[in-house]
């Protein structure tokens, strides 16, 4: 399809416990990227992927966080024991396998409320 | 950290000229300028991108200064449903090159 699907749209979690989220990137992109959205405005990059290889993971926290793009599965962005300051809206992006002329496409997001 | 100074907010009466401003006085000469929006809190939206020239495509228009140190966004004739955050963003287009977002110009369209 042309879209990118994330899942859950809505998920809370208490503190402490496990979150995972997932995004199915457009059929055919190469690039897959995560970014978490804390405030109204403000958009951090965590992670990307080139295919199943991570890419770029400047922007990843070095405890608690990890991600994965397998083949023929969504790929998915795990939060260990979950912090309050974890709540956010995370969104996933994908590109083609070119220098990204047309921007990447964004999906709705998951929205992570840690309680 | 992003490269670019926008506004933090304006307002636009309905059916006029929108014109958002974007600084990127360090811009490096392969570097190009795109614009993303937000509505409301789905996810961002691309609207337009350029290196030099201006440029005009079915949503906006963007105009970039011969020294390329500043940018503006045009949408021609703005309706309510462009109501939204405006992010202007440089980037060198290479394969898999991330996008480092600002904090955005929160535009109000009003009728």
């Known amino acids: 399809g042309e879209e990118v699907a994330q899942t859950p749209k809505h998920l809370v979690r208490g503190e402490g416990q496990k979150a995972k989220l997932y995004c199915a990137p457009i059929k055919g992109h190469s690039y897959v990227f995560w970014y978490q959205q804390v405030l109204k405005n403000e958009f951090k990059f965590l992670i990307s992927f080139q295919n199943e290889n991570v890419f770029d993971e400047t922007g990843m926290p070095k405890e608690r966080f990890s991600a994965k793009c397998l083949p023929n599965s969504p790929c998915s962005l795990e939060i260990q024991a979950t912090k309050l300051e974890d709540s956010a809206v995370y969104f996933c992006a994908s590109s083609p396998w070119d220098r990204g002329v047309y921007g990447y496409t964004f999906g709705s997001g998951t929205r992570l409320t840690v309680v | ?111």
């Open chain 2, 1 to 111: 950290d992003a490269k670019t100074t926008q506004p933090p907010s304006m307002d636009c009466a309905e059916g006029r000229a929108a014109n958002l401003p974007c600084n990127h006085s360090t811009i490096s000469g392969n570097e190009y300028v795109y614009w993303y929006r937000q509505i409301h809190s789905q996810g961002p939206q691309y609207i337009i991108h350029g290196l030099k020239n201006n440029e005009t495509n079915e949503m906006a228009s963007l105009i970039i200064t011969e020294d390329r140190k500043s940018s503006t966004l045009i949408l021609p004739h703005a309706t309510l449903r462009d109501t939204a955050v405006y992010y202007c963003i440089v980037r060198v287009m290479e394969y898999g090159n991330k996008l480092v977002f600002g904090a955005g110009t929160i535009l109000r369209v009003k009728s």
